[in-house]
């Protein structure tokens, strides 16, 4: 058997997104994979039908679908060489091609003169769209028929990671009827359109109007397709509201009154008459709702998080450290639909059927219907590696609470003989880690590591008193981090401790930030995509302004000195752990300007430090960055750590 690679990313399929046709006899999903020569992702529509599985587009531009009541498929993707000079020039156009799932050729169908992020089916014909309306005033393009080279900001936020920059931009709702062509705004230019579900007649969508800075509390509102109704069930400023489904007697929404915890609290259920009036608590809920969080490099696409369907609302939900999918009925009664241990990604549902899209155990994502493995695209070459399957472990900690781990197994590993570990520390903080495949830890078990990672206070899955670390980063977190390093080399004795490295990113990239400014325990680290000082972190990223007070209670302006202490640039001459820095000039999360001034303080002050700075690439590098960056970004990393935890130090 081989081992895995970087390059192994070439190899893997990615399945995504599964959706059931109308009757309910078929499902469709997508398919990506890594293509080296245009070093991006091929993505392909695929369908499930009695068994089978069959590829139905090879164009390799397939990727958002849905189903038109005839049980067709609408995909948006731009074929026409003339639609591509179109869009090469910047125009604002959407072109949507139609394929049926038994035979025939996708042809184009319509567009729609919009940049469509959305497209609901609404019945026979007609659609909502969700689409980009950009509100700054028009500028005079270059000779060359682009965008002039500056940019004018007057908002916040002004660039989203992934989105570019966004001042003035919404996402704003309107109708369509591809019969007659007609199209018509549902919401003001100014009103930004957040998340949106369709059920029982009525869009039910979150959002608010504004010009400058947005309300951390959306309103939600209804739009009535019967009477064209559009209504306002819980104004702007009130709750912080995460989604609205519409059932049949009532409108589900979840929300958060933030009362403790603030808006890192857990929402609730919340329930309100569809023509609006009193709204009430219908089920208390200590969890995520609509996503899962599982932490995962080796998964692509998206997929259906929530849905209405015979007047339950069913949601994907993290619990402890796994993604299970429930369902809720309109008195507020709670069912577990499907609670394997690993992660739902997404799912649909229809009559006596459930398809999920999982990741289980050392698999990749396959589809699974009504608890049986329906798509096998990743098996053959899973059983040609070799890989370390996680170990669970749980202790407690030193604050008294169960903190659950995994470890990982060198391949090859034999007792008695010493090896490198490395901690690997996960993002969010509000994410989970769990026994789910993930290339990266299994690249490093492929040569020669224990690989040790865990679910420290502040994770996901547990509910808001173990979730909350307002105020407490770097200390009950730290702690338990800590505490979970020393038990893994108690717990695996050939795991050298004076060859042991620690990484991660995003929040993970912080604590490693944190950590090497605090002890000298680690013989390596990696830190990524990660924030070294909160105070420029307020004022530079796309979540800065309201993260930074809903992290740590405060502002720059309120307690610039509770920042600064929490930053781990502060602490930075204590560093002596050779750090190297992934950063990516586009992450306009956790913005470039963390990387680099950690990097530098350390190079100030004496300590080994590298930086890899990625052009062209966000805050999703490791998950969704070009391939040949990925596998580059996981070259640079073993590197590093074979460098200062394997080769001998004359």
Known sequence: MRTITPESLFEFSFVSNPS???????????VKKANHDKNAYDSDLYLLKDGQVRRLTAGGDASAYLWTQEGRLLFSANRLKADKERAEKGEAFTAFYEIDPCFGEAQKRFELPLRVSRLINLGGEKYA???????????????????????????????????????QQRQRLYLYDAK????????????????????????????????????????????????????????????????????????????????VYGDDRYPDFYTIPQQGGQYKLLHEYEASVGHGSVGSDARLGGGRGSKVFQNRLYFLSTIRNDSFLYSL?????????????????????????LLLCALYGDRLAELYENGKQVTDLNGRLLSELELSTPIAHSFTSRGGVTIDGWAMKPIGYEPGKKYPAILHIHGGPRTVFSEVFHQEMQLWAANGYFVFYCNPRGSDGRGNAFGDLCGKYGSIDYEDLMDFADEMLRQYPDADEKRFGVGGG?????????????????AAAVSQRSISNWIAFEHTTDIGYFFTPSQHGTTTRQDVRKLWDLSPLKYAPNAVTPTLFIHSDQDYRCWMVEGLSMFTALKL????????????????????????????????ILSWFNKYLKEEKA
Request: with cysteine; charged share 25%.
């Open 506 to 522: 995003s929040y993970g990239g912080f604590m490693t930030n944190w950590i090497i400014s605090h002890t000298d325990r680690f």
């Open 20 to 30: 059931y046709a109308p009757d309910g006899s078929m499902a469709a999903f997508v």
């Open 329 to 353: 009925g309109e008195e507020g009664d709670l069912r577990l639909e499907s609670g394997e241990h690993g992660s739902i990604d997404s799912f649909d549902v229809a009559e006596g059927k």
């Open 605 to 636: 002050h004496g300590c080994p430090a590298k930086l890899c700075l990625f052009h062209g690439e966000n805050h999703e590098l490791s998950r969704s960055g070009r391939p040949l960056n990925r596998i580059k970004r996981m070259e640079e």
């Open 129 to 167: 769209v969700l689409a980009e309306q950009d509100n700054a005033p028009s500028r005079p393009e270059c000779e060359d028929g682009k965008k002039p080279p500056y940019e004018i900001l007057t908002e916040l936020p002004f660039w989203s990671n992934g989105g570019g920059f966004v001042s």
């Open 180 to 259: 007659t062509g007609q199209l018509d705004p549902v919401t003001a230019p100014w009103f930004d359109v957040s998340s949106i579900q369709y059920s029982n007649g009525y869009l039910v969508f979150v959002g608010q109007e504004f010009q400058g800075i947005p309300n951390d509390k959306d309103g939600l509102y209804s739009y009535e397709l019967a009477t064209k109704t559009l209504r306002e069930l819980v104004p702007v400023g009130e709750l912080y509201l995460r989604a609205g489904f519409a059932l049949k007697n009532s409108v589900v929404f979840v929300a958060s009154d933030g009362r």
